[in-house]
């Protein structure tokens, strides 16, 4: 469900500013991005302190959900680069880009694991 409500908020919002060409329309969708990157900057501190030991495991969230996510999430992102903040644009793109990417290292099943060459 709050996968879906994400969703609606970027598609919801920047079809509201495409209509009106009011910026305030693109706040819940950056505030939504916003979330985001705190919630995948805590994960990649957790990930990489030392000492600690991380097991890092996917949600149930499915492939096809994961892509809509984020083309909805690039639609919000497009539009704030139109209206200048691109800085802003950039950090949440590289979030995009490492989400997309993971979500299609574990669909084509790729191992990442390490291991000896011996």
């Given amino acids: ?6 969703i609606l908020t970027h598609v919801v919002f920047a079809l509201g500013f495409q209509y009106t060409g009011n910026i305030y ?3 819940p969708g950056s505030l939504v ?3 985001q990157m705190w919630s995948f900057t805590k ?3 957790l990930v990489l302190s030392p000492d ?4 890092v495991e996917y949600s ?3 492939f096809g959900e994961k892509m809509l996510l984020q083309l909805a999430s690039i639609l919000t992102m497009y539009f704030l680069y139109i209206e200048g903040y691109q800085l802003f644009v950039g ?3 590289f979030l995009s880009f490492i989400t997309i990417v993971s979500a299609l290292l574990t669909v084509l099943g790729v191992d990442m694991e390490e291991g ?3």
Avoid: P, R
Avoid at 1 to 6: D, E, G, K, S
Avoid at 52 to 55: L, R, T
């Fill in 1 to 6: 469900m709050y996968l879906y409500a994400v």
């Fill in 25 to 27: 329309f693109l706040i």
């Fill in 33 to 35: 991005l916003v979330y």
């Fill in 43 to 45: 994960v990649a501190a």
């Fill in 52 to 55: 600690w030991i991380i097991e």
């Fill in 60 to 62: 149930d969230t499915s």
């Fill in 91 to 93: 950090a949440t793109a």
């Fill in 116 to 118: 000896d060459d011996e």
